[in-house]
């Protein structure tokens, strides 16, 4: 008894062959095809199980925020500490560091916010004016102008604060430095942030509550 493969047709093998290759084509070209309208949707749990787990995990939150926080160190660095050997006055030194915050802010950060997100829109929650538009350049420096007063005026309270304590009625005890200058500029920044979308939901609830309201009455 002679043991071994059986032997098929050829009509059976160049089959067999036939449809390998046509299940791969079909394969390559939904690959190729693919667009984000027609690929199914897959949730963040699962797509977490084939990501990297190596090194120390952040949120998408804490990502955010030390992105932000980061630059507005730099900024502090560059053009308050760096500039203050050549420009006259605090006020002058307060102009360009709104100035520069705005434009690295627009141009820059949120740019590099809207890369990050994973989900398109992610990010819009740490943006002012999210919209990429040609005016929001000029929307973000007069924010970052607003940032300013806000954080010159925590300055002023924890000096006042700090030389009541010490007795020492014209020290600066604490200074500007890019560390706690990007920190209270980060606080200051997401707390105009929280307001403008806090606003924005109220306005949204009374639209549909007056919209509501008509449609009873009809």
């Not at 791969?24 to 070209?29: P, R």
């Not at 006259?88 to 990050?116: K, P, Y």
Request: hydrophobic residues 45%.
């Amino acid at each position: 008894m002679a043991f071994g493969r059986k032997k098929q047709s050829p009509e059976r093998d160049e089959r067999t062959s036939a449809d390998y290759y046509k299940l791969h084509t079909e394969a390559i070209n939904d690959l190729i095809n693919a667009t984000p309208e027609n690929s199914p949707q897959v949730s963040e749990a699962e797509l977490r199980k084939y990501r990297s787990k190596q090194g120390i995990r952040l949120s998408d939150a804490a990502k955010a925020l030390l992105l932000k926080g980061w630059f507005n160190g730099a900024c502090c660095f560059f053009f308050f500490w760096g500039i203050g050997f050549y420009v006259n006055g605090t006020l002058d030194q307060m102009f360009i560091l709104a100035l520069a915050l705005g434009i690295i802010n627009d141009l820059i950060v949120n740019n590099m916010l809207r890369f990050m997100a994973r989900v398109k829109h992610a990010n819009d929650r740490f943006m002012m004016y999210p919209e990429k538009r040609y005016v929001s350049l000029f929307l973000n420096i007069l924010h970052f102008f607003v940032v300013l007063f806000v954080v010159f005026m925590v300055y002023n309270v924890i000096n006042i604060t700090l030389n009541a304590i010490n007795g020492t009625p014209d020290g600066v005890p604490f200074g500007v430095e890019p560390v706690f200058f990007g920190l209270i500029t980060l606080a200051a920044d997401m707390l105009l942030i929280k307001m403008k979308h806090t606003l924005q939901r109220i306005l949204a609830d009374a639209r549909a509550a007056a919209h509501t309201g008509r449609t009873s009455d009809k």
